[in-house]
């Protein structure tokens, strides 16, 4: 199935892809076992890839009127349209123009793998008549974006005179290759270096593309907008530039505390005592807390967390001179959990809080350990 995908012979690939799930079926049903914990996880994405190739992970969730008739919401461009069919089925490809006709694109491959252009012109539905076997019918757009761009993140954390890399991710949305050049528009203050060549995202497939961002020395501590475009397809990254920090770790000779602990066992102390097999547990609050008490009033710059798998989605980080009066020094509304670093300028800080104000699952926050870092003198 992968050999012919990479040769582009689509008959093959379909038909290798229907006998997989017939074969594997069969191998389920023996007694025998042929890489445990390697095969199954392997065809899974030989399965994934394939579908991603031929457009089965675009099709639209339901077809109307039919097992082969599909209807749009509004008429649209038509770029192409796949079918995926019982090798043999015979019909023929028809869309329909908003006065209501039918136009016809071209007949079903006896392999079973179809793909026609979709010609000239708005339609509002595609369907295939005289044939039964249907699978998938795939169209895709000409007015969509031809490309996907996906960035690790909305939003990073450069420091004033570094660069931070980051990687953007292309992908096909075309029964193609699509083909094209990754654009940047950045503000004063900030150069950004992506490939300066065309670039081609092989279908079905992703490319990762580094994108190099510099804070260049003296520009002002704030947040700047950098929009990126490919094929058709603008992202948006905030980068956040902060000055650079030095030093050690300042909340490892802090004094915990928390809003409660979920057990004696898992303690607030222990997200901060610099054993990576220790952490400290919340109950089941969306508002639980964590703090630490710094030795003495410092210029912060930044704070970097490890969550265990309990993390919150939405968090805040605070800070305060006298534990009294906060105020927000960072916002998270996307956190994944793991390992996350927040830069900033926040003087005469002495107490830090990480807030939480969303759960990410049943259970309440779970942090292996929080370090603080001061503003390089």
Do not use: C
């Amino acid at each position: 199935m992968l050999r012919a995908r990479r040769s582009g012979d689509a008959a093959a690939a379909w038909t290798a892809y229907l006998r997989l799930d017939e074969g594997r079926k069969l191998l389920d049903a023996s007694r025998v076992t042929v890489g445990e914990g390697v095969l199954d996880p392997f065809l899974d994405r030989a399965r994934k890839t394939y579908e991603s190739w031929s457009g089965i992970g675009h099709e639209p969730p339901a077809r109307s009127g039919g097992d082969s008739t599909l209807r749009f919401p509004r008429a649209r461009a038509l770029d192409s349209v796949t079918v995926l069919a019982e090798p043999g089925t015979k019909g023929t490809v028809e869309v329909r123009t908003p006065d209501g006709g039918w136009r016809r694109l071209g007949t079903l491959s006896a392999g079973g793998a179809t793909e026609l252009p979709g010609g000239d012109g708005r339609v509002d539905a595609v369907r295939v008549t005289g044939g039964t076997g249907v699978r998938h019918l795939v169209p895709w757009f000409a007015d969509a974006p031809a490309a996907s761009l996906e960035l690790p993140g909305a939003r990073t954390d450069a420091d004033i005179g570094g660069t931070r890399r980051v990687t953007a991710t292309l992908g096909s949305l075309r029964p193609a290759d699509v083909r094209g050049t990754l654009t940047v528009d950045a503000p004063e203050g900030l150069t950004v270096r992506v490939p300066k060549n065309a670039l081609t995202v092989p279908r079905g497939s992703s490319l990762e593309v580094p994108v190099e961002v510099t804070v260049r020395p003296g520009t002002p501590v704030r947040s700047y907008d950098v929009r990126l475009a490919f094929a058709g397809t603008t992202r948006t990254l905030t980068v956040h530039a902060v000055p650079r920090t030095a030093g050690p770790d300042l909340a490892r000779a802090g004094r915990a505390s928390s809003s409660a602990d979920e057990t004696p066992g898992f303690p607030a102390p222990a997200a901060n005592d610099g054993d990576p097999d220790t952490r400290w547990s919340s109950p089941v609050d969306d508002d639980a807390w964590w703090q630490v008490e710094l030795e003495h009033p410092v210029r912060l710059g930044k704070v970097a967390l490890h969550w265990q798998d309990a993390h919150p989605s939405a968090y805040r980080v605070e800070v305060s001179a006298d534990g009294r009066t906060w105020r927000t020094a960072a916002t998270v509304r996307d956190s994944r959990g793991g390992r996350e670093t927040l830069g900033m300028d926040e003087p005469g800080v002495r107490h830090l809080r990480v807030r939480g104000e969303q759960r990410a699952t049943p259970y309440g926050y779970s942090l292996w350990s929080v370090e603080a870092y001061a503003v390089a003198r």
